[in-house]
């Protein structure tokens, strides 16, 4: 058979593909991003990018009852978003074969908590199955399928950033189609009204049952037995980390961490003289072990919070004390793009002084200095429903209005409601809708505003001046962020409103559309005064020299124009004593002086 380099994720695209899967949606969400992107080249799946979680798990629900297997893939966060509906799916059960794939985010590499779903998997009553690497990760995904179907269940795939991303060989196959299932209407397992889901809720019971005698006799649970000084009980990428730091430890790997396989984990305790759970974030299996009455180390020894190391676990098990520690080391936070149209707006709600409750997204970013306009970052849409509510309680001395700030995709996912409240209770806020015309923080993805499907089909755009109108917002405006004027008087017209108002500045994010790109431009080092106004947007392109004038990296400049509308070096009004900016499009934003010019100008 062939084989091939895979990342977790790419692995799990080929392990959907092999599974003769027909169904396949996601919203995107580092570190899961990939896996659907991966699908979506597989012509023969249905691929599509979701408004939300929420959404992705029930149309994938939806493809499951129709008779298609079907997968839908989020990060941790958005199993969050997808609770309602996972937790009565597991009551009802299937169709065809149905998997929920779980990216968690230790060490919150991307995300704003490091949650550890297996613990949603056990509140569900839901089998879950972890791989370790990219070859069990297409393995285990074929085997969640067949686990589905068998036991008439949902099933998670869990697994982590560093199962995600890291890449290595995998044995590929063949794509082997899946049967169509006939759905049959069957009121009692599908409609859950409370008649059918008391019925529901003692099947789950007996499946459970069921699940654990699996869990027991399965091949994804396995004793390596070796050393019997140390015997570590171990799951996903936990498992290279401990076969690395004890190679010669035996280990009871666990690939079904829901039901754990009780038989087998008292089978191996026996085997063993000093017994050790290796397992990130919570003491899932920890816990259970102990309540089984087995004696085991875990938690008392090995860190509870971010990723694990080998070195983490041969000193945590060989008795060095390990705790978490933020690194100490030259801290590199991420920064806007040079040219993102985020900058602009940023720029203005600061020297305002507004109050902006953040979302989730690229301008999240806004909140590091030295823009430091991003005040709040909650979860996905809660930068609307928190303005809303901070609108309504707030009685300080400074009586301004509050400012949400979200992305279109956010929006979309996520917006539309609170901002339904905020107009139904009069709430008196301004909601920016900073429309960059893509996902842009997990790599360009599609949405519903684009007008591009996932499979590159052309779609409907949605229209968020209509949609916002329709909801009943009585002031919705458009404006381009990177002109600071225009920016500045739209944001003051709509503070000075009396109800809720809607922005949207729309300008294209320059990482995927170039053709906003101008020339860089390029500091006059005798007229720039040295005043730090331009490095006060936090645009990477401009930096400064010894003398502390700035200097515009030509590389990295596209010529958006934004530090030259806030330069303050002083000069005639003619273009010839202009220190920084263009001499074309844009110069009569410039005519103030700035320092700034196109260098076929000078």
Known sequence: MAKEILSGNEAIARGAYEAGIAFASAYPGTPSTEIL????????????????????????????????????????????????????????????????????????????????????????????????????????????????????????????????????????????????????????????????????????????????????????????LSNTEIGIITSGISYQHSKEAFPDASILKIGMSNPLPDELIREFAKKVKKLYVVEELEPYMEEQIRMMGIEVTGKEVIPGIGELTPDIVRNAILGKKVTYEIPKIPMRPPILCPGCPHRGFFTITSKLGLTVLGDIGCYTLGAYEPLSAIETCLCMGASVSQAVGFAKAYKGSKKNRIVAAIGDSTFIHSGITPLIDAVYNKANVVVCILDNETTAMTGHQEHPGTGRTLMGEDAPKLDLEALCKAIGVPHVRVANPNNLKETEKVLKEELAFDGPSVIIFRSPCVVRDRSVWKKPLIVINEKCAACGACFRIGCPAITKDKSGKAVVDPILCIGCGVCIQVCKSSG?????????????????????????????DL
């Not at 493809?63 to 997808?82: D, I």
């Not at 059918?196 to 007996?206: C, D, I, N, P």
């Not at 002086?593 to 196109?598: G, P």
């Open 572 to 600: 005639a009004d003619k273009c010839k004593n202009v220190s920084i900016g263009y001499c074309s499009d844009i110069c009569s934003q410039i005519c103030r002086a700035s320092a700034l010019v196109e260098k076929e």
């Open 37 to 224: 992107e991966n699908i979506s080249r597989y012509k023969e799946i249905y691929s599509e990018w979701s408004p939300n979680e929420k959404v992705a798990y029930e149309v994938a629900f939806g493809a499951s009852l129709a008779g298609g297997r079907a997968l839908a893939a989020m990060k941790h966060v958005g199993v969050n978003v997808a609770a309602d509906p996972l937790m009565t799916s597991v009551y009802t059960g299937i169709n065809a074969g149905m998997v929920l794939i779980s990216a968690d985010d230790p060490g919150m590499h991307s995300s704003q908590n490091e949650q550890d779903n297996r613990r949603f998997a056990y509140f569900a009553k839901m089998p879950c199955i972890e791989p370790s690497d990219s070859q069990e990760a297409k393995d285990f995904l074929k085997l969640a399928f067949e686990i589905s179907e068998q036991f008439d269940t949902p099933v998670m795939l869990r697994v982590t950033t560093r199962v995600c991303h890291s890449k290595s060989v995998v044995e590929l196959g063949e794509r082997r189609e899946s049967a169509y299932r006939e759905y049959k209407k069957d009121f009692v397992k599908y409609c859950m009204l409370p008649s059918s889901a008391r019925v529901r809720r003692v099947e789950l019971e007996k499946r459970l049952s069921k699940l654990r005698e699996y869990s027991n006799k399965s091949p994804l649970n396995r004793i390596e």
